[in-house]
């Protein structure tokens, strides 16, 4: 991080903010209205002494993340966080992917 971006961020340590164990949407979705209410446009979430996150917590935070108008930066994330966000932002990829449509005359039932 550049020393322009410390100088005009706020740090939140997420372990402090919620729980060293991010667990459920709602916690989520709770942590990221307290996010949008903040004046700062840009905040550093500090990862120090978060020890576990789950799939629908990681989830819930990448929708919110991707919804939001602030500028997030993740920090001092351990490997196996960064994973879980990984696989749940892949797996959000995917899901984007674009099918053909097909119309009801095409579909047989068996």
Known sequence: MSNRLNQN???VRVSEAIAPDL???VVAEAFFDEIER?????LILDFTAIRSVSRSF???YAIRKRASKKHLVEAN???????????VNRNQQASRMILPRVSKAEVITV
């Not at 903040?38 to 840009?42: A, L, M």
């Open 58 to 60: 990681a989830h819930q």
């Open 38 to 42: 903040s004046e700062d446009k840009t």
């Open 9 to 11: 961020a706020r740090t």
């Open 23 to 25: 667990m459920l949407r």
């Open 77 to 87: 994330m351990s490997p196996e966080i960064a994973r879980m966000f990984e696989l």
